[in-house]
T-cell receptor
Framework: EPEVTQTPSHQVTQMGQEVILRCVPI?????FYWYRQILGQKVEFLVS????????KSEIFDDQFSVERPDGSNFTLKIRSTKLEDSAMYFC??????????FGQGTRLTVV | QKEVEQDPGPLSVPEGAIVSLNCTYS??????FMWYRQYSRKGPELLMY????GNKEDGRFTAQVDKSSKYISLFIRDSQPSDSATYLC??????????FGSGTQLTVLP
């Protein structure tokens, strides 16, 4: 069964460093998303991406964040100058039709 | 008022019981309603997806949407210990992004 793949599963980084979280969406999907879940809190929308551009972003997705689809298969989330409060699970998701979204297993980001 | 409200539980039931999980919402623009299952430190897994009001059944799972009351439910029949997880409701409106509830933690006791 096709699935969304995320790497790494766990990333530890020092405050102020840049991190890149990687995702391989399901191959015939056209819509891509990043969500995050701070421990004990709700899953929150960060950004959606379609046709090689951002279609929507939340207030959380400020200038420290960026997304890219560098080739036909990967979808990345870059966080510049990480802060302690960026520690969370980051989930990539993809959808064929912008409704049913399938999630990856997540990357646990720990900022120390 | 929160856009999506979900009782966090925890909810414990004996094996074989019927489980009822519920969410209420305030945004009339929500059109698509999902239920996800999430195991500890894993990604949400899509269980059910419905559009507009009505019922949808898939095996032991039934999703119900009542848009007039802004209320959605997920029923699990013949619950199994493997159903123990956190269940998240989620909704999509005119902004094509999922708005999640806080999740209900379910334990099915053998």
């Amino acid at each position: 069964e096709p699935e969304v793949t995320q790497t790494p599963s766990h990333q530890v980084t020092q405050m102020g460093q840049e991190v890149i979280l990687r995702c391989v969406p399901i191959s015939n999907h056209l819509y891509f998303y990043w969500y995050r879940q701070i421990l004990g809190q709700k899953v929150e929308f960060l950004v959606s991406f379609y046709n090689n551009e951002i279609s929507e972003k939340s207030e959380i997705f400020d200038d420290q964040f960026s997304v890219e689809r560098p080739d036909g298969s990967n979808f990345t989330l870059k966080i510049r100058s990480t802060k302690l409060e960026d520690s969370a699970m980051y989930f990539c998701a993809s959808s064929r039709d912008d409704t049913e979204a399938f999630f990856g297993q997540g990357t646990r980001l720990t900022v120390v | 008022q929160k856009e999506v409200e979900q009782d966090p539980g925890p909810l414990s039931v004996p094996e074989g019981a019927i489980v009822s999980l519920n969410c209420t919402y305030s945004n009339s623009a929500f059109q698509y309603f999902m239920w996800y299952r999430q195991y500890s430190r894993k990604g949400p897994e899509l269980l059910m997806y419905t559009y507009s009001s009505g019922n949808k059944e898939d095996g032991r799972f039934t999703a119900q949407v009542d848009k007039s009351s802004k209320y959605i439910s997920l029923f699990i029949r013949d619950s199994q210990p493997s159903d123990s997880a956190t269940y998240l409701c989620a909704m999509i409106g005119s902004a094509r992004q999922l708005t999640f509830g806080s999740g209900t933690q379910l334990t099915v006791l053998p």
